[in-house]
């Protein structure tokens, strides 16, 4: 059965399709096998990081797809991310680049700020105490806006940021973000964030749109349990995961599951030819809240910019 997929606009005048695969740390015969199934399916979007090593992998899939003629360069919308480490303006350039060579592209449609942290070169998720450096998001957003310039990027953007972090980014961004991106779902609806990204024409895209059940790092099943979302399942005679998804596009944001079980890819995908109810979004609005990737392991009561989760998300939890 063939889906239309949502295309959302983005300020730079392009479009961006509302679901994404998203290409956490795996291995890279798995990240191959799943994007050429994935685009298969009909996902033309693709979500990694520098810090998820799956940028390679990605880069060998989708050339194979070009070869093959699954799909054109043009129609695939590829968004990667810069690491903690490389927010000196002088790495920037070059952190693009190399995402640029792994990827077997010319150019990234889009590249965000990972987190609104700055780390000593080579440091990755095992943060000590001396590994934090002044942070500087100004000199850094400056450094990406360079690479728009250049077309090595088309769009740029941030992740993690709260509303008093993008509040600060839009005193002196000479180009709008186009994205942030943040953990988005059922259970953590992004209530305050939400409606301002939408007041400044910043799409808001949804990590974990699922909970990342299985996952060590920040993983639940709470939404795909939840009893609200069960039942109107129950009722669309869809799966949990499903309406989930439909939940997140349906009110206007990007949804960036991760799964590389083949029945699975293509049931998340399978969101476009239904849709919630009003009385659904109400209800599923009324969900009990709470923030599951707190990303404690930024925070350092001793050192580093954020003493506690409260300051890492200006106790918005």
């Known amino acids: 059965m063939a889906?239309?997929?949502?295309?959302?606009?983005?300020?730079?005048?392009?479009?961006?399709?509302?679901?994404?695969?998203?290409?956490g740390r795996i291995n890279r015969s798995q990240v191959v096998e799943a994007v050429l199934q994935a685009i298969k399916v009909g996902y033309r979007h693709f979500d990694t990081a520098t810090i998820y090593g799956t940028?390679?992998?990605?880069?060998?899939?989708?050339?194979?797809?070009?070869?093959?003629?699954?799909?054109?360069?043009?129609?695939?919308?590829?968004?990667?991310?810069?690491?903690?480490?490389?927010?000196?303006?002088?790495?920037?350039?070059?952190s693009v680049k190399n995402s640029l060579s792994l990827?077997?592209?010319?150019?990234?449609?889009?590249?965000?700020?990972?987190?609104?942290?700055?780390?000593?070169?080579?440091?990755?998720?095992?943060?000590?105490?001396d590994d934090y450096l002044p942070l500087d998001i100004k000199a850094t957003s400056q450094a990406l806006e360079s690479c728009v310039q250049v077309g090595l990027v088309h769009a740029i953007g941030v992740s993690n940021f709260t509303v008093e972090k993008l509040t600060s980014l839009l005193?002196?961004?000479?180009?709008?973000?186009?994205?942030?991106?943040?953990?988005?779902?059922?259970?953590?609806?992004?209530?305050?964030?939400?409606?301002?990204?939408?007041?400044?024409?910043?799409?808001?895209?949804?990590?974990s749109p699922?909970?990342?059940?299985?996952?060590?790092?920040?993983?639940?099943?709470?939404?795909?349990?939840?009893?609200?979302?069960?039942?109107?399942?129950?009722?669309?005679?869809?799966?949990?995961?499903?309406?989930?998804?439909?939940?997140?596009?349906?009110?206007?944001?990007?949804v960036l599951p991760r799964s590389f079980n083949p029945k699975r890819v293509a049931e998340n995908f399978e969101i476009f030819s239904w849709e919630l109810?009003?009385?659904?979004?109400?209800?599923?609005?009324?969900?009990?809240?709470?923030r599951i990737g707190l990303a404690d392991m930024f925070c350092n009561p001793t050192s580093g910019p954020y003493k506690t989760v409260q300051e890492l998300w200006d106790g918005d939890l």
């Open 103 to 129: 990827l077997q592209l010319d150019y990234i449609d889009l590249y965000l700020i990972h987190w609104p942290l700055k780390l000593k070169k080579g440091v990755e998720l095992q943060v000590k105490d």
């Open 277 to 290: 109810s009003e009385d659904d979004i109400n209800e599923i609005s009324r969900t009990e809240l709470r």
């Open 171 to 207: 005193d002196y961004a000479k180009i709008v973000p186009s994205v942030n991106q943040v953990e988005r779902h059922p259970v953590w609806q992004q209530k305050k964030l939400k409606p301002f990204c939408d007041a400044k024409g910043i799409l808001v895209s949804g990590w």
């Open 210 to 254: 699922l909970g990342s059940p299985g996952s060590a790092y920040h993983g639940t099943k709470d939404v795909i349990t939840n009893p609200i979302v069960e039942s109107i399942a129950e009722k669309h005679e869809k799966t949990p995961a499903q309406v989930a998804l439909r939940w997140g596009v349906q009110t206007g944001a990007i």
């Open 55 to 94: 940028e390679a992998a990605l880069g060998e899939a989708l050339a194979e797809a070009f070869r093959s003629g699954l799909v054109r360069r043009e129609e695939v919308f590829i968004t990667s991310k810069l690491w903690s480490s490389e927010h000196e303006p002088e790495d920037v350039l070059s």
């Open 3 to 23: 889906y239309t997929v949502l295309n959302f606009p983005l300020s730079t005048g392009k479009s961006i399709p509302a679901i994404g695969l998203g290409l």
